[in-house]
């Protein structure tokens, strides 16, 4: 959802969401707002363009174009949500405008640019100078000052670094060179980040905008509220189900708990969950989302751009981790739950999930279609415009479908319309666009059908401003990896990782953890992901970190940064609607995720978590038993520090039963031989301790 149109369900006593959401009812009912609609309308369709190859300019060119219309659309659109006065909306409008003349300017100057690369002129000097503030701006104005801050200093350092002590001086670069490696070619904010936004990224934004239009969202509540919500608890376990399914169309965290939280958090609070609490199981929920395949937050794709693998490696090593997660913090609400007496909701209240699915059931194919294609080696922009077609061929042949009478002819259509869909993996695109034209034709001329018409333009509307913060962060992360590639600062800081781990591993981790954490706080997981990977992801590789699970665990505690105080984003987002301090919702969020900070640690020690080849275990018992087995320790040692947290199982725990079980945890994380006997010594003597005491209990209630 975006998040204009999630901002509907606020309530009204919730004004300071609009602190977290600068976008909230931008397109507002007047020539300004409309004029905005329509030039966001008009971006996802450059961008559907380019991405189904129907327009083909260079890569450049196309990674110019969609900086243009961020910087367009970023900066009027923010005036009007901020109700500016008539200057600020001027001087809004004059940034947008010249980022329109840089992406111009890149266009028709292509050729003689890449003749002169390195040897720019006066004129490419200025026009970088005004990139450069545009998307400075148009992030601090987006996101506020952090991730600025940060590229800020970054190109200080290009500019100035040579006057630092060694080793974090560089040999010193003049202003032009700068200049046109940070915003020319493809280094800078026209770099990897930038390309993956514009091509994979967008496409997933607008499929997820197109599946919740078409009551995704509704599905995925009404499926978790049936199987969970009558259970101990449950409030808080729909909660957790429908983010990580949410997780699945969605590429933001903050976007899923301002839209699944509206739901869940009031319902936990009704249920006896302490405020705070609620909220920091729906940012704990959200955030893990972003772990969760196919989607990933959109930084699968970037993983496997930077890497050069397959997308479906990312994925598969993704899988396992984000599966412990989620049962982490299921099992974390459950044992919540349990402490504080709370129940399940009536069973009488509760929908179906069967006749949910058989209801929405059509709902689940293109997000099945886009995980094949992309588990079968299609490129993921091949997938996602595969995945967004045939999402729209649904949306509008449902429409259609409504008007044609009931039995053979309603079959024949549907399988007419799958010999289509079918048909685009033999001869293309060309044969999709025009069944989507002719259903467009088709349901202009019925009432029904141009109410569906209007849902699929507001999509793309909505879609196109959801992917503003995204590109905008990609577009000023790129300027921290231009200067790693100008400078090589990223080998000084991965040199001194390296020294640390030749010590100890561990310690190299726990670095590399609070750098993560500390970098992100504030930053999307996106650039977070980025700006960590390449300072820290080749120090862990030289420390036979294995290279999927290094980027893996980098990004893994770039989600978590954004539950962690005192910036925590996500928290800060559930505040309103809990009506709660995002401080403390953001402490009861690290307490809910726990025991997700064991599962990276336990994947760099034993790889075969992330189901990678590798590690003493697997070269010692064979692949298949080691995921086995390190499944099972993990899920061990995530259960025992969640009860070591939350203070309770049956009953609450003693103070020696818990330290027994935060000792048995942090023995299990290492994958040697000694520490794993500790681990489950430790365990079963917490099991026996516990189980005496319990029988104790109910021998004296009994007696």
């Given amino acids: 959802m975006s998040q204009d149109q999630s901002a509907h369900h606020v309530p009204a006593d919730s004004p300071d969401l609009a602190v977290h959401d600068p976008l909230v009812d931008s397109f507002a009912p007047t020539f300004e707002g409309r004029l905005l609609f329509w030039i966001a309308f008009i971006f996802s369709a450059f961008q559907i363009s380019t991405a189904a190859h129907l327009i083909d300019f260079p890569s450049q060119v196309t990674r110019a174009i969609h900086v243009g219309f961020l910087i367009l659309l970023i900066f009027p659109l923010i005036a009007i949500g901020r109700k500016a006065s008539l200057p600020v909306k001027t001087l809004a409008w004059i940034v947008g405008l010249s980022g329109v003349a840089v992406a111009g300017y890149q266009w028709v100057e292509y050729n003689d640019l890449i003749l002169r690369a390195g040897d720019p002129n006066n004129i490419d000097i200025v026009f970088g100078i005004v990139a450069l503030i545009g998307v ?10 952090a991730l600025p801050i940060i590229a800020a200093c970054f190109l200080a350092y290009c500019l100035l ?97 301002v839209t699944t939280g509206q739901f869940t958090i009031p319902l936990m609070k009704r249920f006896g969950y302490r405020p705070a609490f609620a909220g920091g199981v729906e940012s704990t929920s959200s955030m893990g989302g972003q772990l969760m395949p196919p989607v990933m937050g959109a930084v699968a794709f970037i993983m496997a751009e930077t890497l050069g693998v397959e997308y479906y490696e990312v994925v598969k090593a993704a899988l396992i981790p984000a599966i412990l997660y989620f049962a982490s913090v299921f099992w974390m609400v459950h044992l919540e739950a349990g402490k504080y007496g709370l129940s399940g909701m009536d069973k009488s209240e509760l929908p179906s999930p069967r006749a949910a699915i058989r209801k929405g059931w059509y709902l689940i194919l293109p997000l099945a279609v886009l995980v094949y294609l992309l588990f079968s080696g299609y490129t993921p922009l091949f997938a996602g415009t595969v995945g967004l077609s045939l999402t729209v061929l649904l949306i509008l042949g449902s429409s259609i479908v409504l008007g044609l009478p009931k039995g053979i002819i309603r079959t024949l259509f549907w399988i007419a319309l799958g010999v289509i869909s079918a048909a685009f993996l033999e001869f293309g695109i060309h044969v999709i666009a025009g069944a989507i034209l002719i259903l467009m034709a088709w349901n202009a001329i019925s009432k029904g059908g141009r109410e569906t018409l209007l849902v699929c333009r507001d999509s793309l509307a909505e879609g196109a401003k959801t992917a503003l913060p995204v590109g905008v962060a990609c577009a000023v992360v790129g300027i921290i990896i231009g ?70 665990f980098v990004f893994y505690f770039g989600i978590l940064a954004d539950l962690t105080p005192p910036v925590a984003l996500a928290c800060f987002a559930a505040a309103p609607i809990a009506r ?53 320790k993990t899920a061990i040692a995530i259960g025992l520090w969640g009860m070591a947290v939350i203070g309770a199982l049956n009953i609450r725990l003693t103070i020696p039963e818990r330290l027994i079980a935060v000792a048995a945890a942090f023995s299990l994380i290492a994958a040697y031989s000694i520490t794993d006997l500790m681990g489950f010594a430790l365990f079963a003597l917490f099991v026996v301790m516990h189980w005496l005491r319990l029988r104790k209990i109910k021998e004296t209630a009994g007696a």
């Fill in 580 to 632: 709660a301090s995002g401080l403390k919702i953001s402490f009861e969020a690290v307490k809910v995720a726990a025991a997700g900070f064991l599962i990276p640690f336990m994947s760099v020690y034993t790889p075969a978590l992330m189901l990678q080849d590798g590690g003493p275990m697997a070269d010692e018992i064979g692949y298949i038993p080691a995921v086995a087995y390190i499944f099972v």
């Fill in 136 to 145: 400075f701006a148009g992030a601090y104005v987006l996101m506020g000052p």
């Fill in 161 to 257: 670094g040579q006057y630092l002590p060694s080793p974090l001086n560089h040999r010193g670069y003049d202003f032009t060179q700068v200049i046109d490696h940070m915003t020319y070619g493809t280094e800078g904010i026209y770099g990897i980040p930038i390309y993956v936004s514009s091509t994979y990224i967008f496409l997933f934004i607008l499929f997820g905008a197109f599946l919740e239009k078409a009551g995704m969202i509704q599905l995925f509540t009404d499926v978790s509220m049936g199987l969970v919500g009558h259970a101990r608890g449950g409030p808080a376990k729909v909660s957790v189900i429908s983010s990580g399914l949410m997780g699945t169309i969605s590429g933001s965290g903050v976007a899923n708990v």
């Fill in 483 to 552: 200067t790693m590639t100008l400078t090589g600062v990223a080998n000084t800081f991965g040199a001194f990782i390296v020294h640390v781990g030749s010590q100890s591993l561990f310690l190299s981790l726990i670095l590399t953890m609070i750098t993560c954490i500390i970098l992100g706080m504030g930053i999307p997981t996106i650039p977070n992901y980025i700006i960590t990977s390449s300072i820290a992801g080749p120090a862990l590789l030289q420390l036979g970190v294995p290279l999927i699970v290094s980027h893996m």
